[in-house]
């Protein structure tokens, strides 16, 4: 099953994940997946993302983010853009995965988060977080999407 993907990293919270976020996106789109949000990992498109006022980019977002099916946040390096997100997802009761690399100082906001349908994963190197995306894929798919 096809599914519209809203992928969160970040942006002004700092860039050193950008080849981590990439992965995940092709990896997204390996699957089959649309990830409507995949300029978030390629920055030649967020170039042009930057021509877009503050108000165009928040519109657009959200109205994304209401039509995805499910959400994947990889929340290593600390977002406040991407913890809204989350929390705007969880509030539209969309699924939601947080990934991080083990040992990072992520929130307690998000690592003690008990709301219906987040997972938080952390993950010892990549090929261990494609398997968590993989089961979490396999699990959104399972439910039928919204
Ligand atoms: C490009 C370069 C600098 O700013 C831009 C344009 N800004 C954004 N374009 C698209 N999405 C954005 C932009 N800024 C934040 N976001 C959304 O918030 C993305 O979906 C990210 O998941 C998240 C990042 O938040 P921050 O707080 O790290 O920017």
């Given at each position: 099953?096809?599914?519209?993907?809203?992928?969160?990293?970040?942006?002004?919270?700092?860039?050193?994940?950008a080849a981590t976020?990439?992965?995940?996106?092709?990896?997204?789109?390996?699957?089959?997946?649309?990830?409507?949000?995949?300029?978030?990992?390629?920055?030649?498109?967020?170039?042009?993302?930057?021509?877009?006022?503050?108000?165009?980019?928040?519109?657009?977002?959200?109205?994304?983010?209401?039509?995805?099916?499910?959400?994947v946040a990889e929340?290593?390096?600390?977002?406040?853009?991407?913890?809204?997100?989350?929390?705007?997802?969880?509030?539209?009761?969309r699924p939601v995965?947080?990934?991080?690399?083990?040992?990072?100082?992520?929130?307690?906001?998000?690592?003690?988060?008990?709301?219906?349908?987040?997972?938080?994963?952390?993950?010892?190197?990549?090929?261990?977080?494609?398997?968590?995306?993989?089961?979490?894929?396999?699990?959104?798919?399972?439910?039928?999407?919204?």
């Amino acid at each position: 099953m096809r599914l519209k993907i809203y992928f969160c990293g970040s942006i002004a919270g700092g860039r050193r994940l950008a080849a981590t976020y990439r992965e995940i996106v092709q990896h997204l789109e390996a699957l089959g997946h649309r990830v409507l949000t995949r300029h978030v990992a390629f920055d030649d498109a967020l170039d042009w993302e930057e021509q877009l006022g503050p108000r165009e980019v928040f519109a657009r977002d959200m109205a994304w983010l209401a039509e995805s099916n499910a959400l994947v946040a990889e929340v290593t390096v600390p977002s406040l853009g991407v913890g809204y997100e989350i929390a705007e997802g969880l509030s539209l009761r969309r699924p939601v995965l947080c990934l991080y690399s083990e040992g990072a100082d992520v929130s307690r906001l998000i690592t003690g988060n008990t709301r219906p349908g987040l997972v938080v994963h952390s993950y010892p190197a990549e090929a261990q977080m494609l398997a968590v995306i993989d089961a979490f894929m396999a699990d959104v798919g399972a439910g039928g999407g919204k």
